[in-house]
């Protein structure tokens, strides 16, 4: 349930609940699934500031829950109805939001993503980007043989 808390997102929040929405479509997704999504939406990997600001932040505002290291969307969010399919999808995330849009040259890390989120640590992040590795490489090595056929 969205509790009364004013919280300012950033364009980052819109990409992750994004990803979160993808990921968690038939069960809550672990951060490595999410990391996964997020690249699919962005062809960049999230910051560990800009998952953990942004896991912090989409609790607060009730899009987001969290169960055992398992994520996924509030009833909140589903209301909305907002189908995963690109780049517009965050942009249609953002606009719900009220998200602060991105600005060029904005500092890295963005001053917003201070947040901490209980229970991830640098080390869960990083082995969260490692599953995530693991799994990218089986893909790649599964498909490559098909994209050798093609030449």
């Known amino acids: 349930m969205r509790e009364n808390v004013r919280v300012r ?3 980052t929040d819109a990409w992750l609940l994004g990803a979160i929405a993808e990921a968690s479509k038939h069960e809550p997704a672990q951060l490595w699934q999410i990391i996964a999504a997020g690249e ?3 062809h960049a990997l999230f910051t560990d500031e800009e998952i953990e600001s942004g896991l912090t932040r989409l609790t607060q505002g009730g899009w987001i829950t969290e169960r055992e290291g398992h994520f996924s ?8 109805n907002i189908k995963i399919k690109s780049w517009d999808s965050v942009k249609k995330i953002e606009k719900l939001l009220g998200a602060e849009l991105r600005y060029e040259n904005e500092p890295m890390p963005h001053p917003s993503n201070n947040l901490r989120y209980p229970g991830i640590t640098s080390e869960v992040l990083f082995k969260a980007n490692k599953e995530y590795e693991k799994h990218a490489k089986a893909e790649w090595r599964r498909l490559n043989p098909l994209l050798k056929k093609k030449k």
């Open 9 to 11: 997102y950033r364009w």
């Open 40 to 42: 699919l939406l962005n």
């Open 73 to 80: 969307t509030t009833d909140l969010f589903k209301r909305e």
